[in-house]
Nanobody, 120 residues
Framework: QVQLVESGGGLVQPGGSLRLSCAASGSIISTTTMAWSRQAPGKERELVATITGADDTGYANSVKGRFTISRDNARSTVYLQMNSLKPEDTAVYYC??????????????WGKGTLVTVSS
């Protein structure tokens, strides 16, 4: 059984910063693509940032230049550094990982989410 647990959400003022973490645990042989998505109230879920096993990254236009995704393979953890936060960044943030849990067998896993609120 594999679990993803996010942390680091909270209330921050506009212009502030937060760092989200997501740790994978359980039967993990290796982790390939990891990502962060978010869902604001009344809106569809939006893919925010991705990072491949080769550390290639991609970002939504709405966060490019402000957010940075990174990973620590030794800890099976993915991070999202969020700077210059705006009220429109308010959402529940979810992490995702594609994980090999048995030789040659991959699964797609999502965390339960962490709330980020940007407000003065």
């Amino acid at each position: 059984q594999v679990q993803l647990v996010e942390s680091g959400g909270g209330l921050v003022q506009p212009g502030g910063s937060l760092r989200l973490s997501c740790a994978a645990s359980g039967s993990i042989i290796s982790t390939t693509t990891m990502a962060w998505s978010r869902q604001a109230p009344g809106k569809e879920r939006e893919l925010v940032a991705t990072i491949t096993g080769a550390d290639d990254t991609g970002y939504a236009n709405s966060v490019k230049g402000r957010f940075t995704i990174s990973r620590d393979n030794a800890r099976s953890t993915v991070y999202l550094q969020m700077n210059s936060l705006k009220p429109e960044d308010t959402a529940v943030y979810y992490c995702y990982a594609k994980i090999m849990y048995r030789q040659g067998v991959y699964g797609n896993y999502w965390g339960k989410g962490t709330l980020v609120t940007v407000s003065s």
